[in-house]
């Protein structure tokens, strides 16, 4: 379940989502930007931080995990890196952290060493709660979708259509819902799951989430698809993938590349191409990546 790169583009490109689950802050709270920094010393990577606006000190940082299975070290492991973070960047406001899970009640391990950090900092988001009601927001009913029994995956699309009808706030989560299934079920044709959440395959390749991160993906699939055979094919095919995918992210963060740059990139081997899609997640701009081409170009 590709549900870490899921994550990142779902609050890359709108990352004032998650003010939908702090519900203190103040009524114009916004303007929020959304990364996913390496710490250093054992490249330690937090699977997402929104960044409150220059102008609006008053606002949180909000520090994001999401931990879909049990990990009996996650909760020490968590304070650590939140402890890490506000280390290496000198951190002098306030800040919060969200866990994106199944249930609280898994194995994330001893609560006492941390309890002052769970009690004080640490909010759950449940997309199974263990006391048998639904997620409490439209948008964590729409992420439940990677953990609900597949017979269930179409009542809970409905019942999020149905609540757009007078809620705004599942109408904007509404058109994620391609990408949240096909992040679970990436290993079933388009029109299955068009079936299993009662769209039409137009109104799942139309949509923006699609586009913009399973699109992609599909495109690579495809690729993939065609080398099949002989090893050395489906590497070649794995390659053109990946380089495609690539490329396309990296116009989006650091604009237009230059033919020159292009065929930089074309000309790497998968091994490094699959690093370059992994670095630019943190890229700002192109001297981000002239810099990286330079040290692993």
């Known amino acids: 379940m590709a549900s870490d790169k899921l994550f990142f583009f779902l609050f890359q490109n709108n990352p004032d989502l998650i003010l939908r689950w702090l519900e203190d802050l103040p009524a114009d709270a916004g303007g929020y930007s959304f990364s996913a920094p390496v710490l250093k010393e054992r490249e330690y990577r937090l699977d997402g931080l929104f960044a409150p606006p220059p102008e609006r000190p008053d606002l949180p940082a909000v520090i994001l995990e999401a931990q879909m299975a049990a990990d009996p070290g996650f909760l020490?492991?968590?304070?650590?890196?939140?402890?890490?973070?506000?280390?290496?960047?000198?951190?002098?406001?306030?800040?919060?952290?969200?866990?994106?899970?199944?249930?609280?009640?898994?194995?994330?391990?001893?609560?006492?060493?941390?309890?002052?950090?769970?009690?004080?900092?640490?909010?759950?988001?449940?997309?199974q709660p263990r006391n048998g009601q639904p997620p409490a927001t439209p948008l964590a009913l729409a992420l439940s979708l990677l953990l609900q029994p597949e017979s269930q995956v179409r009542g809970v699309s409905d019942a999020l259509r149905e609540q757009a009808l007078s809620d705004t706030r599942a109408a904007e989560v509404l058109p994620l819902i391609p990408a949240i299934v096909l992040a679970r079920f990436s290993d079933r044709p388009l029109s299955e799951i068009c079936e299993m959440v009662g769209i039409t395959l137009e109104d799942f390749t139309n949509s923006r989430a699609y586009q913009e991160i399973y699109g992609l993906g599909l495109a690579e699939g495809e690729v993939r698809g065609e080398a099949r055979g002989e090893a050395r094919g489906e590497a070649r095919g794995e390659a053109r993938g990946e380089t495609k995918v690539t490329l396309r992210l990296l116009n989006r963060r650091c604009g237009t590349l230059s033919a020159a740059t292009s065929a930089r990139i074309q000309a790497l081997p998968l091994e490094q191409l699959e690093a370059l899609a992994e670095a630019l997640l943190d890229f700002a701009g192109p001297a981000d990546l002239e810099a990286w081409l330079a040290v692993h170009g």
């Open 76 to 127: 020490l492991r968590l304070y650590a890196e939140t402890a890490r973070f506000l280390q290496q960047r000198a951190w002098n406001g306030d800040w919060r952290v969200v866990v994106i899970c199944p249930h609280r009640e898994l194995n994330f391990g001893n609560r006492e060493p941390v309890h002052e950090f769970l009690e004080h900092r640490l909010q759950w988001i449940e997309l």
